[in-house]
């Protein structure tokens, strides 16, 4: 059974870091392109960092510079790393394949950005 499991968020102040990690079982991480992805409440879920089998990554503009996205693959691990946080960062990250496979979504991780 495929399975996804976020963790590292939290509470943090404007201007501070995170590190999300993502550990995956089963058959995903064979799919080749992994993505983190985010929902603030009330508004669509957004794909804001992607990144190849061979760690080619792509990220949404608002997050360039300060977001960076890794992976291990013998760990079967994808990472986040967070840096700068802005108060609209503020949401429940996913990790999920790219496109996303909806069975694959797992609970997320909070990440709230306050002063």
């Known amino acids: 059974q495929a399975q996804l499991v976020e963790s590292g968020g939290g509470l943090v102040q404007p201007g501070e870091s995170l590190r999300l990690s993502c550990a995956a079982s089963?058959?995903?991480?064979?799919?080749?392109?992994m993505g983190w992805y985010r929902q603030a409440p009330g508004k669509q879920r957004e794909l804001v960092a992607s990144i190849t089998r061979s760690g080619f990554t792509n990220y949404i503009d608002s997050v360039k510079g300060r977001f960076t996205i890794s992976r291990d693959n013998g760990k079967k691990t994808v990472y986040l790393q967070m840096n700068s946080l802005k108060p609209e960062d503020t949401a429940v990250y996913y990790c999920?394949?790219?496109?996303?496979?909806?069975?694959?979504w797992g609970q997320g991780t909070q990440v709230t950005v306050s002063s």
């Open positions: 999920n394949a790219v496109p996303a496979v909806p069975p694959w």
């Open positions: 089963g058959s995903i991480f064979s799919i080749g392109n």
